[in-house]
């Protein structure tokens, strides 16, 4: 139970169950529309880096996506340097729409709080997490009525086909708290930024996604300093869109930590001898 002492906040508290009451006697019905494939995605192996935004190095990465007709299947990997692991496979169809077919998180190890392995089924709906609290195993299983513009594991890959001039209001995502809830991300264009590639100047689209709890929980978590922050998401456009950058919480009241492409390090040739 959350005890509130401040006259002003009980106040706002109040006024926001109040809101929330009169929304739910007034339901609004809301289409969630599946993001339009602009790009067919293919064969992919990318390096990555998981990193402070003070630039501490925080992990290792490998994006590694594979196409078959219309079927992909993208999983993302980090490894972290006190040896935990967080691997999101995610596998969607790509006809006409991109549409999340399944998806299975597993994110171990002391960098997180609550370890879990979720899963989600995303024609029959149902939703399972295994999680661990206190030391003891815990199973969350939900059947939800899953939106086609469900997000998980493909928000990189979404805001790769939407047009900068006009995306989609909000995506559909599961969070998982750990119990498996429903949430809005709300999209916006924060505007164009520019980065260079070896000297080479360019600009990327800067993506601001917001999670919408929604319900009195989402009304109330500002006010007690629950709400998620926001994630930001850089994409170079052009003809062929492509991902630079992100800044976002792994995890549930995690930090906000910035994924980044990397290159391949050689090592340096050993120096040739002379002959006298």
Partial sequence: MISIRNTQVRRSVLTALLFACAALSHPASILAEPVTVRYAEGLVHGFLSLRALDGTLVANGDLIQVARGDRVTARLTFRFKDGSLSDETAVFSQRGHFRLLSSHLVQKGPTFP????????????????????????KVE????????????????????AVRPSAPPASLSMVAYTPKPRLVKL???VAGE?????????????????????????????????????????????????????????MFLGGPLWRIELVSPVWPKPAPVKQKK
């Fill in 141 to 160: 299983a939900e059947h939800l009525e899953l939106p086609p513009d469900l997000a998980n594991g493909m928000i990189l890959t979404l805001l790769k």
């Fill in 186 to 188: 709300a999209l916006s």
């Fill in 114 to 137: 609550t370890p879990l392995d979720a899963s989600i089924d995303g024609t029959s709906g149902q939703v399972t997490v295994r999680y661990v609290d206190d030391g003891k195993q």
């Fill in 193 to 249: 930024e520019r980065f260079a590639t070896a000297g080479s100047a360019r600009k990327a689209t800067h993506y601001v996604v917001k999670i919408e709890i929604g319900g009195l929980s989402g009304l109330i978590a500002p006010l007690v300093g629950k709400q998620p922050p926001d994630s930001h998401v850089w994409v170079l456009g052009g003809e062929a869109p492509a991902f630079v950058k992100s800044e976002a919480p």
